[in-house]
T-cell receptor, first 112, second 115 residues
Framework: GENVEQHPSTLSVQEGDSAVIKCTYSDSASNYFPWYKQELGKRPQLIIDIRSNVGEKKDQRIAVTLNKTAKHFSLHITETQPEDSAVYFCAARGGGADGLTFGKGTHLIIQP | SAVISQKPSRDICQRGTSLTIQCQVDSQVTMMFWYRQQPGQSLTLIAT?????????ESGFVIDKFPISRPNLTFSTLTVSNMSPEDSSIYLCSVEEVGGAGGYTFGSGTRLTVV
């Protein structure tokens, strides 16, 4: 089955700086890669996703890049703000699978 | 996006008992899933709830422990059976959105504590 690795586990950045979170996956047939933000005590919220036929996608301050050859994808947050502080999870849907396999999460801390 | 209602939101249960969690969606969806999130951990897929047939379980999860029902396209239940303290987790229902945008939406979760 699919295996997703996520790094770093904790990331602390100064407000206004950029943050990058990286994930690798094992199943070369994986076709869908979402990113979720989870605030304490709340449900995971989808913030951006990318499909295997696209290399990059951007939504305001958030972007995701996908390198299918290397089997890795990354989340980029620019101009970070205090409200970006949360746990971020990457996930992948493996070939032939319906559900998602999640990475272990990154605790993003925005320092004022 | 779909609105998912999950009940109960939290419960404290005695070991050896069972709890049934309900998931109601405001629109018909093809795919419904159940995940577990242990304290401070990531999400793990338990099973896919199939309408009209038996659920599809992931490795490490079995029907006797986590029976699932899916009577129609808007509703599913997950039962946690013969509970032990190790079952203390947040259990989340999820659906795959229909239409071109796709994506998976999560319910607010059920926080289960087994004592």
């Amino acid at each position: 089955g699919e295996n997703v690795e996520q790094h770093p586990s904790t990331l602390s950045v100064q407000e206004g700086d950029s943050a990058v979170i990286k994930c690798t996956y094992s199943d070369s047939a994986s076709n869908y890669f979402p990113w979720y933000k989870q605030e304490l005590g709340k449900r995971p919220q989808l913030i951006i996703d990318i499909r295997s036929n696209v290399g990059e996608k951007k939504d305001q301050r958030i972007a995701v890049t996908l390198n299918k050859t290397a089997k890795h994808f990354s989340l980029h947050i620019t101009e970070t703000q205090p409200e970006d502080s949360a746990v971020y999870f990457c996930a992948a849907r493996g070939g032939g699978a319906d559900g998602l396999t999640f990475g272990k999460g990154t605790h993003l801390i925005i320092q004022p | 996006s779909a609105v998912i209602s999950q009940k109960p939101s939290r419960d404290i249960c005695q070991r050896g008992t069972s709890l049934t969690i309900q998931c109601q969606v405001d629109s018909q969806v093809t795919m419904m899933f159940w995940y577990r999130q242990q304290p401070g951990q990531s999400l793990t897929l338990i099973a896919t709830a199939n309408q009209g047939s038996e659920a599809t379980y992931e490795s490490g999860f079995v029907i006797d422990k986590f029976p699932i029902s899916r009577p129609n396209l808007t509703f599913s239940t997950l039962t946690v059976s013969n509970m032990s303290p190790e079952d203390s987790s947040i259990y989340l229902c999820s659906v795959e959105e229909v239409g071109g945008a796709g994506g998976y939406t999560f319910g607010s979760g059920t926080r289960l504590t087994v004592v």
